[in-house]
């Protein structure tokens, strides 16, 4: 912020130029005052009254504004939708969701947040603005939240932000109190209210010492008030001991860097987190710098700061939410429905009072002196519905003349213009008579519902902001609900009522991952991004009746084998006692089985019992046969040891045949294709021994399998001599 007063507190001058600011904006409040009044019947003035007293014309009013505008309030109230919270994003739970919806539909029912918000939409549907301030209790033995619509006159905001106020450099809230309770509210500033709020009275000049202390800071407020160029009955009213204290929200730009997740989340980056200091070593977010605002309070008594600080809430905005009705091009100028009726009401009271006067009002051609007495008795006297006026015999046989008349017809002239005006306030606000529920000339039901669809268009723009406020006021109350909450481990029954199971969720339960040993927090309500949107099912009782009507007709003209179906979700559009118990028994009676499956039911279980006892006696035959199949495996076990030594030792003797004599090779291979062997390697097996190659002296037969030859063959010869 440029300029001076740059430091984090609010200054004098900063908060005398907010103020000036103020002073400058267009002045709308009068004109929305006026409107007001004509929306309540004070339509009209003292200075009118006097007017008319003098013409002798009596006052009447025919106060249809207020009717008028009083259909589209009831149209809010019966087409209200509840809060519902979702998450932001499909990583987010659906349970923590759940769970924040239940208990912001409890501070919602405990807050009076519906009446707050309809109470806004009157002022905003009228003149075009209304407030609701969202915050916490002050007394401790109330709930612990509040929400309550705040009248467009304590409130003055920068106007040249946005609608919605997030760029708003200021929003500051007069109010009045007796000087008692802002000396409860800063007991540390308790001797300054005291000497402000009585204009300095008490304050002892002769006390000041050399050292100053609460005497000189007394006298320096004091001096400061002097030079204050707002004037004192804007904040003191000596007469009636009261004060005014300025409730001034405002913010402080600065840069600062924040951290941004995969996900979309931007939260502040803290050096002294461990977790941020983590996630930005790993790389795993991105740091920037970015221009963020700090919201601040700051409390003044007129040119006495009482105390100044951040916000006391982290949802960094301010807590008043404002309801736009809608606003000028130029100037910014919130005006609504009211404008546009003030015309035509003025037309029709005055033409009220106009037929009243005309049907009373006598019309006397006379000749001068043809009438005995004054002419104020004369005037009085014609006026009353039993005159008995008294005429100067000889002015009349002088040829006077004497004639009372009255004009009818132009009372029927005056009635016609009545009706045109009645029907063109309707007009002017975009309200059809059907809408109110009054009769018209619509001749069929299409006709009729064309119309009130046609007053709903009309109405559209300021529904739509209407719901956009609302929201907002659901949006603070949940940030308030999560910031109290945060850490807290809180199990949260979510009632199903009857059509949907009954289950608990645990917010904020300490886990720790398998992985990493890290300590987190299992459905962290500070962590799961959440917003909050209004239902698009109205709660009205009116409209769960319409419900109703229809559930019960599609229930007639439903199956059979459909109806137990629909049935508990018909229930649950009924206000009758008990009805969650009576759905959940109708539920259990419909889940008992019909004798034909009670009776499947018997065959399958016997079935499967006959299968468990066959497979119980299998089970016991082959416990029994178990020993000799024992033995039969460790019998053949044994048996294929001693192939395998056999087929070890064969093979070993085949090499050994095939290496002194290679010819041998060629044979045995000849001999097994002709037995129809397939032969898998490459022919020769075994190469031809080279000439001159020395003869292997290979060791005798050591077959297990049969005794030592005698030594004849190679080396004896077949006779068994010598070589």
Known sequence: MAGRGDGVELSLEEFTQFLDEIRDQPAWRTKADKEMDYCDGNQLDSEILARMQELGIPPAVEPLMGPTIDAVLGLEVRNRG??????????????????LNYKLHQAEARSGADTACSEAFAPQIKVGLGWVYV????????????????????????????????????????????????????????????????????????????????????????????????????????????????????????????????????????????MHQLVVAEGAVELEWAIVSRVRLAWWMGPH?????????????????????????????????????????DQINALHSKSQWMMSARRVVRTKGAVVGSEEQFRQEVARPDADIVLDDKAMRDGGLFKVETDLQLTQQQFQRLQDSRDGLRRVGGIYSEFQGQNSNTTSGVQFNSQVEQSNQSLADILDNFKTARAAVGDLLLSLIIEDGIGKQESVFINGGGIRPDRTVILNSPATDDQTGVRYLNNDIERVKTKVVVDNVPSAATFKQQQLAAMSEAFKAAPAQFQPLMLPFLLALMDIPNREDLIRAIKDAGASATPEEVQEQIRAAV???????????????????????????????????????????????????????????????????????????????????????EVANLPQNTSPLYPANPDVGMRSGIEGGEA
């Not at 090499?655 to 045995?668: F, H, K, T």
């Not at 129809?676 to 001159?692: F, R, T, V, Y």
Request: aromatic letters at 10%.
């Open 607 to 693: 079935e499967q019992a006959l299968i468990k006892a066959r497979y119980e006696l299998e089970m016991q035959k082959l416990n029994q046969q178990q020993p000799l199949i024992d033995a039969q495996v460790q019998k053949v076990v044994a048996e294929a040891a001693t192939k395998a030594v056999e087929g070890f030792f064969s093979a070993t003797q085949a090499a050994n045949q095939i290496a002194m004599i290679p010819g041998v090779a060629l044979s045995a291979d000849q001999i097994l294709r002709s037995a129809g062997m397939p032969d898998h390697d490459a022919a020769p097996l075994i190469a031809q021994a080279p000439e001159g190659a």
């Open 82 to 99: 509840d809060w519902k919270v979702l998450p932001d994003s499909q990583d987010d739970s659906d349970d923590v969701a759940d769970a």
């Open 305 to 345: 700061k009482l105390s100044d600080g951040p916000s006391p809430y982290r949802h960094n905005k301010f807590p008043y939410v404002p309801f736009w009705g809608k606003r000028e091009d130029r100037t910014g100028v919130p005006f609504a429905l009211a404008r546009g009726m003030m015309y035509l009401q």
């Open 135 to 274: 915050g916490r209790e002050q007394d401790p033995f109330r709930y612990q939240y509040v929400v309550e619509a705040v009248h467009r006159n304590e409130i003055f905001h920068d106007w040249f932000a946005k609608p919605d106020l997030s760029n708003a450099r200021y929003l500051v809230r007069r109010k009045w109190f007796d000087r008692r309770i802002p000396k409860l509210m800063f007991h540390d500033k308790a001797t300054l209210i005291d000497s402000a709020s009585s204009g300095w009275l008490g304050l002892d000049y002769s006390s000041l010492t050399l050292d100053g202390g609460d005497s000189a800071q007394l006298y320096a407020s004091a001096d400061q008030e002097r030079g204050w160029t707002i004037e004192e009955q804007e904040w003191r009213d000596l007469h009636n001991r009261r004060v005014c204290l300025f409730e001034v929200w405002y913010r402080r730009w600065e840069r600062a860097l924040v951290i941004k997740s995969p996900d979309g989340r931007v939260v502040e980056y803290d050096k002294r987190d461990a």
